[in-house]
C-alpha cells in the first residue's frame, strides 16, 4: 500500500518535473519580481542550467567529460551568466547501479569581478531517471537523524534527503578546472588560497530541497573546510519540498537564518509536499480552473497518511511566495502542475524570451524555449 500511494503520487510529480505549456488565457497575471530580482535572476539561472544533458548516458567519468566543455559553452551563452561566471569546479555528476541516465549533477562557477565569489548549483530530478524518484524523491516515510553541529535530538531528514546529500559530499569531477576533488576538498582549497569565501548555494525541485542542507552541512562543518569561519553563505533554493521535520527546519533556520531566501510558486504542488497540512490543499489548488479528479485525490490522501507522523515542515517557512498565475482556462490537472513547477518560476522570475536561452539534454540539441509565453503576456 505504501508503495503504491507513492507510486501514485510520482505521477502528480512526473507531471511537475515534465515539460511547459504555453497559456491561451489567464486568471491572475504575473507581477515583476521582487526588488532583489537581479541575484534572484542569477541564482535560479543557474538552477536551470543544472539540468544541462541530463540525457548523457555512460559512465560517471565519461557524462562528465562530456558535459563539461557543454557547461562551459552554456554559461557563455547565457544571458544571465556570460562574462559573471565561469566554471570553478566540476561537473560531477553521479549514476545509481543499473540505472542508465545520471540522478545527481552538481557544479560550482566563480564570479569573474570577485575570484572570492563563487556559486554551487545543485540539479533537481532528472525526469526520466525512476530510481531518482524511488531513492531520493519518494523515500519521505523513513527519516535520518542530522549528524552534523548540535541540532536537537528530534531533528530529522528523509532518508532521500540523507541519501542525496550524501552523493553531493562524496562525488569528484572527472575533469573540469579542478578534477578528483569533493566538493569539501576544493572549498578547503579555494579558503587557504584566497581567504575569506562568499559561497551562493542554488537549485530546483529535488535541487531546491538538497541546496540547503548541503548549505547547513556546509555551515555545521566549517572546520573542515573554512577554519577561521569567515566564509559567507547564502542559498537561494526553488520550489524544494520539505527536507525534514520541524525540529530540523528550526535548527536550519538558526544556522543559515535569513541568508536563506526561499522561492516558491504559490500554485506549484512540490512545496506543498511534505507537510500534512499544506499537502491538504493540493487537490483543490486549481479551482475553479481545474480539479483534481477522484483518483488523484485519493491518492494525495494515501501520500499524506505515509507522512501523517513524521512531522514535515518547510525552512523559512513564512517567506512570501512569488507571483503567481494559472496558465490555462482548458488545462488538465496534471498540464497544470507541470506548467506551475518550470514555467511558473520562470516567469515568475522573467528567466523568459532574451533573459534565458534553452538549455540543452543532450549537449547537442537546442531545445524550444520551453517557456514561450507568460500570463502577463498574453493579455
Keep these: 500500500m505504501r508503495l503504491r500511494a507513492l507510486f501514485l503520487f510520482g505521477c502528480i510529480a512526473f507531471g511537475a518535473a515534465s515539460g511547459c505549456r504555453p497559456p491561451h488565457s489567464v486568471t491572475t497575471p504575473a507581477t515583476p519580481p521582487e526588488p532583489d530580482s537581479a541575484k534572484r535572476q542569477e541564482m535560479s539561472a543557474l538552477a536551470f542550467i543544472a539540468y544541462l544533458g541530463e540525457s548523457l548516458q555512460g559512465s560517471d567519468d565519461e557524462v562528465e567529460r562530456q558535459l563539461f566543455p557543454c557547461l562551459t559553452r552554456e554559461l557563455a551563452k547565457q544571458p544571465l551568466t556570460r562574462d559573471k561566471w565561469t566554471l570553478a569546479w566540476g561537473p560531477a555528476v553521479y549514476k545509481f547501479a543499473l540505472a542508465d541516465l545520471d540522478d545527481n549533477m552538481m557544479y560550482v562557477v566563480r564570479d569573474a569581478a570577485n575570484p572570492a565569489h563563487l556559486a554551487i548549483a545543485v540539479r533537481g530530478?532528472?525526469?526520466?531517471?525512476?530510481?531518482?524518484?524511488?531513492?531520493?524523491?519518494?523515500?519521505?516515510?523513513?527519516?535520518?537523524?542530522?549528524?552534523?553541529?548540535?541540532?536537537?535530538?528530534?531533528?530529522?531528514?528523509?532518508?532521500?534527503?540523507?541519501?542525496?546529500?550524501?552523493?553531493?559530499?562524496?562525488?569528484?569531477?572527472?575533469?573540469?578546472?579542478?578534477?578528483?576533488?569533493?566538493?569539501?576538498?576544493?572549498?578547503?582549497?579555494?579558503?587557504?588560497?584566497?581567504?575569506?569565501?562568499?559561497?551562493?548555494?542554488?537549485?530546483?525541485?529535488?535541487?531546491?530541497?538538497?541546496?540547503?542542507?548541503?548549505?547547513?552541512?556546509?555551515?555545521?562543518?566549517?572546520?573542515?573546510?573554512?577554519?577561521?569561519?569567515?566564509?559567507?553563505?547564502?542559498?537561494?533554493?526553488?520550489?524544494?519540498?520539505?527536507?525534514?521535520?520541524?525540529?530540523?527546519?528550526?535548527?536550519?533556520?538558526?544556522?543559515?537564518?535569513?541568508?536563506?531566501?526561499?522561492?516558491?510558486?504559490?500554485?506549484?504542488?512540490?512545496?506543498?509536499?511534505?507537510?500534512?497540512?499544506?499537502?491538504?490543499?493540493?487537490?483543490?489548488?486549481?479551482?475553479?480552473?481545474?480539479?483534481?479528479?477522484?483518483?488523484?485525490?485519493?491518492?494525495?490522501?494515501?501520500?499524506?497518511?505515509?507522512?501523517?507522523?513524521?512531522?514535515?515542515?518547510?525552512?523559512?517557512?513564512?517567506?512570501?511566495?512569488l507571483p503567481g498565475a494559472l496558465n490555462d482556462a482548458d488545462a488538465s490537472f496534471l498540464e497544470q502542475v507541470g506548467w506551475q513547477h518550470t514555467c511558473g518560476y520562470h516567469c515568475a522570475l522573467g528567466l523568459v524570451g532574451s533573459t534565458f536561452l534553452p538549455v540543452t539534454l543532450d549537449c547537442n540539441t537546442d531545445p524550444p524555449s520551453p517557456c514561450p509565453v507568460c500570463p502577463s503576456a498574453s493579455q
Design 125 to 321: 530530478t532528472n525526469a526520466k531517471a525512476i530510481l531518482d524518484w524511488l531513492i531520493e524523491d519518494f523515500e519521505v516515510h523513513k527519516q535520518a537523524a542530522w549528524p552534523y553541529g548540535n541540532p536537537p535530538r528530534r531533528a530529522k531528514i528523509a532518508k532521500g534527503t540523507s541519501d542525496g546529500l550524501r552523493i553531493l559530499q562524496t562525488m569528484v569531477a572527472a575533469s573540469g578546472p579542478a578534477p578528483n576533488q569533493t566538493l569539501s576538498d576544493f572549498l578547503a582549497g579555494e579558503t587557504e588560497r584566497l581567504g575569506a569565501l562568499q559561497i551562493d548555494v542554488t537549485g530546483h525541485s529535488l535541487g531546491g530541497a538538497l541546496s540547503p542542507t548541503l548549505t547547513l552541512w556546509l555551515a555545521d562543518t566549517r572546520s573542515s573546510w573554512d577554519p577561521s569561519g569567515s566564509a559567507q553563505l547564502a542559498v537561494y533554493p526553488l520550489a524544494g519540498p520539505t527536507a525534514g521535520n520541524v525540529a530540523f527546519a528550526a535548527y536550519s533556520d538558526s544556522r543559515i537564518g535569513v541568508a536563506a531566501d526561499r522561492l516558491h510558486n504559490p500554485f506549484d504542488v512540490v512545496p506543498l509536499a511534505w507537510n500534512v497540512e499544506t499537502m491538504g490543499t493540493i487537490a483543490d489548488l486549481y479551482e475553479p480552473l481545474t480539479r483534481a479528479d477522484e483518483v488523484l485525490r485519493s491518492l494525495i490522501d494515501g501520500a499524506r497518511d505515509l507522512v501523517k507522523h513524521k512531522g514535515y515542515s518547510q525552512i523559512m517557512p513564512d517567506a512570501p511566495p
